[in-house]
């Protein structure tokens, strides 16, 4: 059965939202999935001075944390992750470039990977964060599969080619309706991965 891992960076909720839409997908695909959250890394009196941060941080305290094991053990990977000024957080570039060792194994490669984010508002940067995000996918030798236009509905959510992409208010609640959009771009990697490692 084709593996697919999904990693999540959340602070607010609506990139795990994202993930927990992807994995359902994923199943629905017949997939066997794994959603980890890529470790906070941010101290604890950055967390509590923003009430939705810490309600989010202390209601998935049961979520697995995504160990670099992850990357190797699965065939493909969806990544949700929000936008920081047009890039990753720095949580999920820490996490990243935890993955050094398994790279130059070459254990990374021909993986297929799919990403998405979200942002305050709707050009927030998050195109250019997907788009920064797939450069250590190439250096890593992966496969990237982006949703393109493979659905007359990714024109209804935004019509970003490159991922689905969120816009959250200040609760991390999002306000575009996107679920089937996350969906499909989980089964399309899914189906690539299947095609490779199948």
Not at 95 to 111: I, P, Y
Not at 172 to 193: L, M, T
């Amino acid at each position: 059965m084709t593996k697919m891992a999904v990693f999540y960076y959340s602070s607010t909720g609506a990139n795990y939202q994202m993930a927990q839409w992807a994995e359902q997908g994923l199943k629905e695909a017949g997939a066997e999935v794994k959603l980890v959250k890529i470790p906070e890394t941010a101290p604890k009196e950055a967390i509590d001075q923003n009430p939705a941060w810490k309600k989010h941080y202390e209601a998935t305290q049961d979520v697995p944390e995504a160990q670099v094991d992850d990357l190797e053990w699965a065939d493909g990977y969806v990544f949700s992750i929000p936008t920081r000024f047009g890039n990753v957080p720095g949580q999920v570039k820490t996490f990243m470039d935890m993955a050094g060792g398994l790279w130059a194994q070459g254990k990374l490669v021909d993986k297929v990977v799919t990403a998405m984010s979200s942002a305050q508002n709707p050009h927030g940067g998050q195109e250019q964060t997907i788009t920064n995000f797939y450069t250590s996918i190439y250096h890593w030798g992966g496969i990237v599969v982006a949703p393109g236009y493979t659905d007359e509905q990714i024109f209804a959510a935004g019509g970003n080619p490159y991922g689905t992409s969120a816009t959250v208010d200040g609760e991390g609640n999002i306000q575009d309706d996107i679920e089937y959009v996350v969906k499909h771009q989980a089964k399309r990697a899914y189906e690539v991965a299947k095609k490779i490692h199948g």
